[in-house]
């Protein structure tokens, strides 16, 4: 039997999980914090992090696997976020796709994946060559110096929004309020921040359900080729997405899709600019080396650093008792470090092959529904960034928001070497 989750078990010296829980920590230099989960790894068994509740976290590979394939112990209910979503949001908004269990998960994502027919997708891919061309086309002709704005964060804005159908008209406010959604999530402020940013989060969450509903509301009657129409019109055991799970549905789509997607792009750029000899390598082959080179840039900069997940029954791990109630916080960044699987886990290798790492989740239910696309359209720009005849490169550090949820890049400076 562990003891309560608000309370730590006893310790000598100072306690190893106390560092995760200073906002200090998610500021210090990511050498820094890969220094500290290393040394956690180390340990015998989880160790407790007195952050809010509190939480046991889990940062071997093996333990965040066997986490992810437990639903049934480790529930994603009611939040996978610090903190959890209140329940007058949730009543609100609707419960995300991310925050549900078994059957009411099961459904919903039923529903998703059936609208995501193999017509649906063969567009979606041949779209993302197209708007990775048309974009790197547009950099090569302005010449922007911040990568972030220009780059990295239009191309899997404008892809989900051609997927879904959105109307030109709207996706100017719709990149406004994915920013206002999610620019603070994990990122400590002070007290007149922490009471102003919720609302303004939250009204760019509201204002964009209700743009999505009305036009979920317009394809229920006048359906077309997309899948927004796919959703709201799908025949899955008599069920489709109403407003509130369509609304829900595209706000994680935004906010998922598109932060991990520019941010993996964005680090990517800064890894290749890093390690020279493997942007060579990729350059030598870029089709032999592309798809390893994408799966590395994931490992490497893991885009979302953690999920939480609340005990529904009493499991042993790793010699730890848990009990319902406790709960327990998913570390990505640490696991994809993880010595006993990733030799010379620090270092960026093209060609690391196996390469299992947990960019999309650990497995189960909830792995990433959109890590195909996600593949898809990092590995489209890159050939269109690193084939172009200007040598692109980053320079500079990129500024991170030094949060503690997703590894967020708020800009990088880059330019190109010719001309």
Excluded at 339 to 364: K, M, Q, W
Excluded at 397 to 409: H, I, M, W
Aim: aromatic letters at 6%; hydrophobic letters at 40%; glycine letters at 8%.
């Amino acid at each position: 039997m562990t003891l309560p989750a608000q309370r730590p078990g006893p310790t000598t010296g100072q306690d190893p999980g106390r560092e995760l829980a200073d906002p200090a920590f998610w500021q210090a230099p990511p050498a820094h914090r890969l220094a500290v989960f290393a040394r956690l790894r180390a340990l015998d068994s989880p160790v407790f992090v007195p952050e809010g509740g509190g939480h046991w976290a889990l940062v071997r590979h093996a333990d965040v696997q066997e986490a992810s394939r437990l639903p049934k112990v480790f529930a994603s209910a009611p939040g996978v976020t610090t903190p959890e979503p209140a329940r007058w949001v949730r009543a609100l908004f609707g419960d995300s796709m991310v925050n549900l269990d078994g059957a009411e998960h099961a459904q919903l994502r039923k529903i998703v994946q059936r609208a995501f027919t193999p017509r649906l997708l063969a567009a979606a891919e041949e779209d993302i060559h197209a708007v990775a061309a048309r974009i790197v086309d547009d950099v090569l002709d302005r010449r922007p110096d911040e990568f972030v704005e220009a780059v990295a964060s239009k191309l899997p804005l404008e892809v989900i929004c051609n997927m879904m159908g959105i109307p030109e008209r709207y996706r100017a406010e719709i990149a406004d309020r994915v920013n206002h959604a999610s620019e603070n999530i994990g990122v400590e402020r002070g007290l007149t921040a922490r009471l102003r940013m919720p609302g303004r989060g939250l009204r760019a969450l509201a204002r964009m359900q209700r743009m999505v509903a009305g036009i979920g509301r317009e394809r229920r009657e006048n359906p077309t080729d997309d899948l927004i129409s796919a959703l709201v019109c799908a025949n899955v055991d008599g069920e489709a997405l109403g407003a509130r799970q369509l609304g829900a549905f595209f706000s994680l789509l935004m906010v998922a899709g598109v932060e991990t997607t520019r941010n993996a792009i964005t680090h990517g750029l800064t890894l290749l600019t890093d390690h020279p000899d493997q942007r060579d390598l990729l350059l030598e082959d870029f089709e032999a080396h592309a798809d390893g080179a994408v799966d590395e840039m994931i490992r490497h900069s893991t885009p979302i650093i953690q999920f939480r997940r609340t005990v529904a029954a009493e499991h042993t791990l790793r010699g730890h008792a848990f009990v319902p109630g406790d709960k327990v916080v998913l570390y990505y960044a640490s696991a994809n470090r993880d010595e006993e699987v990733f030799p010379d886990p620090d270092a960026f290798d093209i060609t690391r092959s196996p390469n299992p790492h947990l960019g999309f989740g650990g497995g189960g239910p909830h792995f990433c529904l959109g890590a195909h696309l996600a593949r898809v359209e990092m590995k489209a720009l890159f050939r269109e960034l690193l084939t172009r005849p200007v040598g692109l490169r980053a320079v500079g550090l990129p500024d991170l928001a030094g949060s503690s949820f997703d590894n967020r890049v708020r800009s990088l400076r880059f330019a190109f070497e010719q001309p």
